[in-house]
């Protein structure tokens, strides 16, 4: 694809349900990248992959939060007995692979547990 | 604590002004320093990359500056377009960093 997708785009969960977020990162990009945006800030880094490999899942703000990328190409953050504080829009990027480089955003999948 | 400091209040300008949008760190050393800009309902989009050796960087309507004695990175807009509504977050990098850290965004609105 031309870029990456996520979905669903919108979600609306009961408190205590299960949620899975689905990422399409553009073709070949052996970096991935979940982030968490609350309403009027800045997005908040969660968990990173090289490949399969999740390097880094220090951001994850709980363990209800699992995040995984099997072979290495699409990616799915799950959120177990979700939270009214888990509301918000969770963002998807990739990138070819050297860190400084620019990050390729999806358009988001925005949360609201109700 | 780190820290990333951007223009607390929105920006409203006259279209064909110049923007000016801070970006403040604290407790970073970054190497590079990314500017992205954000539409409502979308993602960010990649505009700028600067590093700590060049002092300005220009794209097109767009120019970065990086102070790294004064911890500060400037994003100017000239002759500004309602099309560049929207909101711009900077996001400092320690040289082996591959996760963004991101300010809270400044939002500008260019009036026609």
């Known amino acids: 694809g031309a870029g990456v997708s996520q979905s669903p785009r919108y979600k609306v969960a009961k408190r205590g349900q299960d949620v899975a977020l689905r990422c399409d990162p553009i073709?070949?990009?052996?970096?991935l990248f979940w982030y968490q945006q609350a309403l009027g800030q800045g997005p908040e880094f969660l968990t990173y992959f090289q490949n399969e490999a999740q390097l880094d899942k220090s951001g994850l703000p709980s363990d209800r939060f699992f995040a995984e990328r099997p072979e290495g190409s699409v990616s799915t953050l799950k959120i177990q007995r979700t939270q009214q504080e888990d509301s918000a829009v969770y963002l998807c990027a990739s990138s070819p692979g050297e860190s400084y480089n620019e990050q390729f955003f999806g358009p988001g999948t925005r949360l609201t547990v109700l | 604590s780190q820290k990333i400091e951007q223009n607390s209040e929105a920006l409203n300008i006259q279209e064909g002004k110049t923007a000016t949008l801070t970006c403040n760190y604290t407790?970073?050393?970054?190497?590079?320093l990314q500017w992205y800009r954000q539409d409502p309902g979308r993602g960010p989009v990649f505009l700028l990359l600067?590093?700590?050796?060049?002092k300005e960087k220009r794209k097109e309507r767009l120019k970065v500056t990086f102070d790294t004695t004064l911890k500060q990175s400037l994003f100017h807009i000239t002759a500004s377009q309602p099309a560049d509504s929207a909101t711009y977050l900077c996001a400092p990098l320690d040289s082996n960093d591959y996760k963004l850290s991101f300010g809270a965004g400044t939002t500008v609105t260019v009036r026609a």
């Open positions: 407790n970073y050393s970054p190497a590079y």
């Open positions: 073709s070949g990009h052996v970096s």
């Open positions: 600067i590093r700590e050796n060049e």
